[in-house]
C-alpha cells in the first residue's frame, strides 16, 4: 500500500487542522493505521491509531482530548483532526499502515510509510 499524507500547514495556537492520509490498493480496510510526527532533533513519536474497523482507537496523552482519529474505507482515508493546537504540536506528521502483528503505539510495528506533512504552530 502506498500512503499520500496531506492537510498540514502554518496555524496559529488555539487552530484547527485536519489531516488526511489517502492509500492506494484494494486491502485498505484491512490495514491497522497510525499517525507519528518528528518534531526536529526529537525522535518519532505516536500520536494516534485507529484499527481496521474503527472501532478501537488509540492516542498518546500529549494529545488526547485535541485530536480524533477516523477512517472512511470506502475513501481509502484516515483522518487526523487536531484541535486547540499548541506550538509544541510543531512536527512533520506521518501516517503509517499495517496488517500483522499490530502494536499501535510502535513505530517498528508499522509497514508502510507516507512522506509525511508539515504541520507549524505559532505562538
Known amino acids: 500500500v502506498q500512503l499520500q499524507a496531506s492537510g498540514g500547514g502554518l496555524v496559529q495556537a488555539g487552530g484547527s487542522l485536519r489531516l488526511s492520509c489517502a492509500a492506494s490498493g484494494r486491502t485498505f480496510s484491512s490495514y491497522a493505521m497510525g499517525w507519528f510526527r518528528q518534531a526536529p532533533g526529537k525522535e518519532r513519536e505516536f500520536v494516534a491509531a485507529?484499527?481496521?474497523?474503527?472501532?478501537?482507537?488509540y492516542y498518546a496523552d500529549s494529545v488526547k482530548g485535541r485530536v480524533t482519529i477516523s477512517r472512511d474505507n470506502a475513501k481509502k482515508t484516515v483522518f487526523l483532526q487536531m484541535n486547540s493546537l499548541k506550538p509544541e504540536d510543531t512536527a512533520r506528521y506521518y501516517c503509517?499502515?499495517?496488517?500483522?502483528?499490530?502494536?499501535?503505539?510502535?513505530?517498528?510495528?508499522?509497514?508502510?510509510w507516507g512522506q509525511g506533512t508539515q504541520v507549524t504552530v505559532s505562538s
Open positions: 503509517a499502515a499495517t496488517r500483522h502483528g499490530w502494536t499501535p503505539r510502535s513505530s517498528d510495528r508499522y509497514d508502510y
Open positions: 485507529i484499527n481496521w474497523s474503527a472501532d478501537s482507537t
